[in-house]
């Protein structure tokens, strides 16, 4: 099993080196928790594939440190610049056409012409990067498919075998990942997964459409990012989504006051979107492992689909889709 280790200095240190020896270190972010490699080291960037199960056809996002590291991996046209100077660090990441030189794993990309960069803002993230000094390539750190991490304990339980370090920054800030917004050339900006900016501020800030993209049915069809697949952050027992009144022997992930059922928690008793969005994913696994314990299944309560609320019902809706 993996060590926990406090993020303190030399801890970082020591992580930042495993990484440039192609080691998985999972980490803390503002999102959730990412299990981070080397990006320009293909053999580290397939582990990370391995350890999580995640199918090749699937992407990674690159963390990175600096804008000037973005722009020699990447394309950045007009918009793709203006997003990044503004959101840049922070919880977007920007999917762009990879550099003619580009030294990145073309594993990142997973085979393709694009790749996925985001540069962080939680400090821990941030100095664990600068002590690597290479990319990081760094999914959610759990099982493909699985609940996201916003916790230690949730990575130790999906992936504590696999992985070579584990740093402890406490619960995730935002609880949920970041936006994916793709930035191509000739065709408008794309919200390929919603996070903490919506279309309506996107398209008013670049002053040009902005398309929010549906998610996709089966895996069968055309993806533009797989990760959109419907049946996605899968718990293990059933969920059922907009119920505003449990049956009785459900589990039940309320939003402000609440009806009883037997066993329940609340993402937000004064509906604050942000408190919810923090505590989504932690509360989705207790209810999961209480059902699994009971032999039952969840139920969610409507929450509004504005703001952060679209990207809640998002990770509700993948969660509920059918096996
Ligand atoms: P996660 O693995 O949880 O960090 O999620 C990353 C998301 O970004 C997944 O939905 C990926 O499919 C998506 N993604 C990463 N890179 C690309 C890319 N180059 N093109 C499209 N989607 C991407
Ligand atoms: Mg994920």
């Not at 997003?83 to 056409?97: E, F, R, T």
């Not at 589990?251 to 609440?258: D, P, R, T, V």
């Not at 039952?296 to 809640?312: D, E």
Request: charged letters at 20%; one cysteine or more.
């Amino acid at each position: 099993m993996v060590d926990i280790l406090r993020a303190n200095q030399q801890n970082l240190k020591e992580a930042g080196k495993a990484i440039r020896r192609g080691e998985l270190v999972a980490f803390p972010t503002e999102t959730v928790y990412g299990l981070g490699a080397d990006a320009t080291n293909d053999a580290a960037v397939s582990a990370i594939y391995k350890a999580k199960g995640r199918p090749s056809n699937n992407p990674l996002i690159v963390h990175i440190t600096t804008l000037d590291q973005a722009y020699s991996y990447g394309e950045f046209d007009d918009r793709a610049k203006k997003l990044a100077v503004k959101y840049w660090p922070g919880p977007m990441s920007l999917i762009v056409k990879r550099s003619a030189n580009c030294p990145l794993s073309h594993l990142v990309s997973a085979g393709g012409d694009t790749v996925a960069l985001r540069m962080p803002a939680h400090p821990i993230s941030r100095q664990l990067l600068e002590a690597a000094n290479v990319p990081v390539a760094a999914p959610s750190a759990n099982i493909s498919g699985g609940i996201s991490p916003t916790l230690p304990a949730h990575v130790k339980q999906s992936l504590g075998d696999n992985i070579f370090m584990l740093i402890d920054g406490g619960a995730c800030l935002l609880g949920v990942e970041s936006s994916v917004i793709s930035a191509l050339p000739n065709q408008n900006v794309q919200i390929l997964r919603p996070g903490s900016v919506d279309a309506a501020e996107l398209s008013e800030f670049l002053a040009q459409p902005v398309d929010q993209i549906q998610n996709h049915k089966t895996s069968d069809e055309n993806m533009i990012s797989p990760g959109l697949l419907s049946r996605h952050y899968a718990p293990k027992s059933g969920l059922r989504m907009n119920v505003a009144e449990p049956h009785k022997n459900e589990a039940y992930l309320a939003f402000g006051a609440h009806p009883t059922s037997q066993y329940s928690l609340n993402l937000s008793p004064t509906k604050d979107l942000v408190e919810a969005a923090k505590n989504l994913f932690a509360m989705l696994h207790k209810l999961d492992d209480y059902c699994q314990q009971h032999n039952c299944t969840m139920a969610a309560a409507p929450i509004p689909n504005t703001g952060l609320g679209i990207a809640i019902n998002d990770r509700l809706r993948r969660a509920s889709a059918a096996k």
